[in-house]
Nanobody
């Protein structure tokens, strides 16, 4: 499984971005997909996750401002982020899991200016 993330960039506070993560390879084995982020000097933390059945989980820090969605036919997961804040600045990583292992994309940088 390979994951290709895109959609990061520079945005002003209050703005919006949509991140995309396209999967390839044996995506039929994937159960859940999600997004993590890592700010400088911090650990990588969960932002949002969506299961194969559509169950969604969000970090408290983004709840109400972000929406994760998944197009299974396109093997793609999206993260729509609204009302962005400077503290959302981080490298965002796409993640996918099957029963055996976890897969990671290369990361896409989101910078929110104040």
């Amino acid at each position: 499984v390979q994951l290709q993330a895109s959609g990061g960039g520079l945005v002003q506070a209050g703005g919006s971005l949509r991140l995309s993560c396209a999967g390839s390879g044996n995506m039929a084995s994937i159960n859940d997909m999600g997004w993590y982020r890592q700010a400088p000097g911090n650990e990588r933390v969960l932002v949002a996750r969506i299961s194969s059945l559509g169950r969604r989980n969000y970090a408290d820090s983004v709840k109400g401002r972000s929406t994760i969605s998944r197009d299974i036919a396109k093997n793609t997961v999206y993260l729509q982020m609204n009302s962005l804040k400077p503290e959302d600045t981080a490298v965002y990583y796409c993640n996918a899991n099957d029963f055996l292992r976890s897969y990671w994309g290369q990361g896409t940088l989101v910078t929110v200016s104040s």
